[in-house]
């Protein structure tokens, strides 16, 4: 980017921030960058408190703990723990598919289970009514592998000690409950539900079974494929390929997983991660008790795909190093023929991404594969380590923001004027209304896979029909004049 | 090849593919699935009676509830009022979740903000996020009224807003005659529509209290938390405006869930006037659409010497009848001509499908208001409903539903089910069939697991589009909805017939 473009968008930024009050000005200030080539990082501040009464995108950690990481396990009951809200809006939103499994009898991926407290349950504390719920679910759900206990706000206010009753009612019933301190207000966003999320896994499924026999035949290829919860089945898009290059793919964490594939977590050869800040956690541990290796990949779009299998091919034998070839030329000529039929029609298009996980860096070469660029990007609840993991994406120029709010989203799409953005649910709507075509990259807009080679496909076709439909030509009538090209304007004008 | 660029599948056609066929059957080599037999056993026992008796008695676990808590109510009412932020006294999730439910139903962004309280401020109080929070609202957003509703964090702790307020007052983050609404809405108690009629209630305290009512002619409405809001008030607004009546919505969201596509985002747009809100202490009445969204605001607007009214979201014949009458008492206007020829056409048209209607048996689900206006409807259908739920209708609801169902023939079979969530619910349409199902886009459920059709006619409709922008209120409301029933009733019935072609008729 030419230095003046980039001396615009720090304009952009200062402009905006000054629609703040100066003290929040200051602090938004360290968290947005235009990056600068060679840098070895973003630039910005992470995983830091959010800014009261700004309109944060962000969640909870029960949105990460339950959401993410717990809720896809499919023979396992999830409960709620607290009032009913928190459970009833995170009802089948994630899209986190799950094969095979009869909803209520032996899968409860799209049910919403909660002990729905009340004032008395405040009062008296929860920890009776808990026993009771696994009672009921136990009578209920009887062919549940285990129950998890996602903890909403209360519970860690009124000084429930969940632990002690998860302890004494998996002795009771001889499966495990693992009890989840997500309560809303820990941490600073989603993030920390993760990390509690894979504490708890490591603590009450994992490292209890090490000494189980596998359920398996073990052998050299034995490998887990963590870090997707197959939204839309991105899963499934991700394990044909690691299956078709030779690999066994023993344990798929957490979306469709069973308690036994978490169980299975000792036993690998191998982690393969997707998304590494929701599952780095267990990486870490897998590798430090067990002495199992871990790797990092990508299976956005075709370049980081074969990528990728390398990569991976690089870490196993000849055999497995042929399969990952093998599986590159028997797919590349269908994703050819899929950029050959987009690229025409989506080349030079600019995209503005502001998602979570690993999508704000992972999905820039797949825009670049259709010809597409990414201009600005940001993450809702990233750390440090992946701002550092963005700059092996991201251009010259790049606008990054953290934690942005939707001031700020707003603001920034009208200066940049970028033809595609893509964020999230809260966001889709009033973008749209601002005339830019939208594409959620949370639920896939309920499309989907976008993994793998198969979804790469679903990818493109998904940017052509946001970024080419012919609604985005009707958005002025045509009386109305021109509009000359507006700068960013500050609140007060816009609100009139 | 599962996938091509020519025919490109998506998750719904790509994982039928023989290719994913052998995927999952290999994958599931290692879930350590049940045996056909145990899965095929309990399936079969969730349909017994026997389990229904076991589901109907639980006291502690909740599963697949119809109801939402109470701040999501109060934010639908706080951006009912014109240029109001909704902003929430709590953890950033609560927020975040309200935003994501409504945008998800309206297919409309929502705007709202939250304190953000963390760990520190559960352990010294939110007073420092609130006095932020409000300056931050305050400079960045513009509003000209910011509602504060409560989530569990500061109801828990029991942060004392009205003194937090104060001192942000003091500390400059608003000027010190900026309204400030406040409703509490601990999610531990009632529902959504508690929290509603919480939040209005605090409206009308922060506008009305101290006043001296000087009595005028107009009627205040309040609409009750309501998926077809936007359908609905304005069909309401309409049908006043027939009337001749002045009448003051408050909390009108029809216009905020329903801005254009023109180039701009308008964050705040319609919602009733403050002014208008300011002047309704005046009204010579104040009449609730839904009760139990509104029994709070009914009792202050009593006390301030209006007349009161409730209704049980009036739909259907007889239910916008003794709207239109008591309006007509209350204003003293004649019901207009224009109305009752609508009156007309809604009879014409039941009169014209009455025989696809007649003795078709339905199971409702909703919200107390909403369940009682579609079985009184149904039941004017010549349908018969079976199983009435609510999970947020108590006690008294039911006795009122029960007093409905006395009063037709075609309620004799139905049983009122208050406080039961929705798997309690399965286990009765398992034992006890219906025909179809008409509640929100949860009752799919019913229909993958039963086969049971969901006719979706209440919040939240996730699954379908733009069904709150008609409505359902009133006689051509009521139309609406009867075409939803029968065109689900005529669609299977062409499904359940293609197959041998016979009874596949061109004309029904």
Redesign the interface.
Known sequence: MDAEAKESRKQLVADVLSGYPEKTAKKRGKHINVYEDGDSDCGVKSNIKSIPGVMTVRGCAYAGAKGVVWGPIKDMVHISHGPVGCGQYSWGQRRNYVSGGKMGVNSWVVMQITSDFQEKDIVFGGDKKLDKVINEVEEMFPLNRGISVMSECPVGLIGDDIEAVAKRKSKEIGKPVAPVRCEGFRGVSQSLGHHVANDVMRDWLVDPAAGKTPNFEPGPYDVLLIGDYNIGGDGWASRMLLEEMGLNIVGQWSGDASVAEIENGSKAKMVLIHCYRSMNYICRHLEEKYGIPWLEFNFFGPTRIAMSLRAIAEKFDDKIKEGAERVIAKYQPMADAVVAKYKPRLEGKKAMLYVGGLRPRHVSDAYADLGMEVTATGYEFAHADDYQRTTHYIKDGTLVYDDASEYELERFAQGIKPDLVCSGIKEKYGTQKLGFPFRQLHSWDYSGPYHGYDGFAVFARDMDLAVNNPVWKMIKAPWKPAEPAEPAKPAEEAAE | ??????D????AR??KTP??QK??E?????????TKE??EK??EY?DSWEYRE??LA????????A???Q??GALFAAVGFEKTLA?NH?????T??????L??HF?????????????D??VFGGMN??I???????????PEVIAVST???AE??GDDLAAFIQNARAKGSVPEDFPIVTAHT????G?HIVGYDAMVKGMLTMFWEGKERVPNEKINIIPGFDGYAVGNNRELKRMLGEFGIEATILSDVSDVFD??????????EGGTPIAAVKDAVNAKATIGMQKYCSDKCLEFAASKGQQVASFHYPLGVGATDEFLMKLSEISGKPIPASLEKERGRLIDAMADSSAWLHGKTYAIFGDPDFVYAMARFVMELGGEPIHLVSTNGGKEWAKGVEELLKTSPYGAKAKVWPGKDL?AM?SLLATERTDYVIGST?GK?FE??LGIPIIRLTFPIFDRHHHHRFPVWGYTGAIRVMVTILDKILDKLDADTMESGISFDMVR
């Open positions: 090849m599962q996938q091509s660029a020519d490109i599948k998506d998750h790509l994982f290719e994913y995927l999952f290999n994958k599931s080599k290692f879930e350590c699935p049940h145990e899965v309990q399936s969730i076991k589901n639980r006291t502690a676990l909740t599963i697949n509830p109801k939402a808590c701040p999501l902003f709590g953890s950033q999730g609560c975040a979740y309200f935003r994501s439910h945008a998800r297919k409309e962004p929502c705007a709202a903000v939250s304190t953000s309280m963390t760990e401020a559960a996020n609130l932020d929070g409000l300056a931050n609202a305050y400079t960045v957003y513009k989530t569990c964090i828990v702790i601990p999610s531990f108690v529902s801005t254009p596509t023109d180039g701009h985002y308008r964050m705040f798997w399965r949860y459920l993958k697991d």
